[in-house]
């Protein structure tokens, strides 16, 4: 079965630090991989996503990840933090031959931000 | 924000009983994703609707079903309530024909089985 890890289920950074969060997954085939972020009280969205093409992706708020095939990994990266970046983050994926949309979360890490 | 809404907000129901959870879709999308959030935990894929019918679905009971309108809006049923159904259940749309499978997500509903 499908499986998405992340490593780190709850980090704490001081503002101005670095972030790397952690995702692999466990699928043989072609998958679409996202990252999404829940902030307190507010809706799942969407931070970026890669589904082909160059494998360093950038997305909103400055936030970027790289898939790596071979290590099965989509990593999340920002180099500078904010006290605004604490939320919940999930790494997914989408298997591409179910014929549906079915995403696949990790557990989520909890980013907590000091200023 | 997106354009996802969801209803109601909270729910607290007993054991046994049967609820309905509503969701509608972002304008111009036609497929609706049903997803239970855990407490410290992923969201876990229920089922999808596509053109009313389910045309995916997830390790979850038959005493989970859904239903689509002809106007994209979506209803989750859970019958025979278990404790452990207490959970946040989100609703997500999109463009099936989206290459990226972009889904936008509701606010959820919060279900608590006494």
């Known amino acids: 079965a499908q499986s998405v890890s992340q490593h780190n289920h709850h980090v704490i950074l001081s503002e101005a630090a670095s972030l790397e969060l952690g995702c692999n997954y466990s699928?043989?085939?072609?998958?679409?991989l996202f990252w999404y972020v829940q902030y307190p009280g507010q809706h799942l969205q969407l931070l970026l996503k890669?589904?082909?093409?160059?494998?360093l992706v950038k997305g909103i708020k400055g936030f970027e990840a790289e898939f790596i095939k071979s290590k099965f990994s989509f990593n999340l990266r920002k180099p500078s933090v904010q006290w605004s970046d604490t939320a919940e983050y999930f790494c997914?994926?989408?298997?591409?031959?179910?014929?549906?949309?079915?995403?696949?979360f990790g557990t989520g890490t909890r980013l907590l931000v000091s200023p | 924000e997106t354009g996802v809404t969801q209803s109601p907000t909270h729910l607290i129901k007993t054991r046994g009983q049967q609820v309905t959870l509503r969701c509608s879709s972002q304008?111009?999308?036609?497929?609706v994703s049903w997803y239970q959030q855990a407490l410290g935990q992923g969201p876990q894929f229920i089922f999808q609707y596509y053109r009313e019918e389910e045309n995916g679905r997830g390790n979850f009971p038959p005493r989970f079903s859904g239903l689509q309108f002809p106007n994209y809006s979506s209803e989750l049923n859970v019958n025979a309530l278990e404790l452990d159904d207490s959970a946040l259940y989100l609703c997500?749309?999109?463009?099936?024909?989206?290459?990226?499978?972009?889904?936008?997500f509701g606010p959820g509903t919060r279900l608590t089985v006494t």
């Open positions: 997914a994926v989408t298997p591409l031959n179910t014929g549906f949309q079915k995403l696949v």
């Open positions: 997500a749309s999109s463009r099936l024909a989206d290459i990226a499978n972009e889904q936008y």
């Open positions: 699928y043989g085939g072609t998958v679409n």
């Open positions: 890669y589904f082909s093409g160059d494998p």
């Open positions: 304008s111009g999308h036609n497929t």
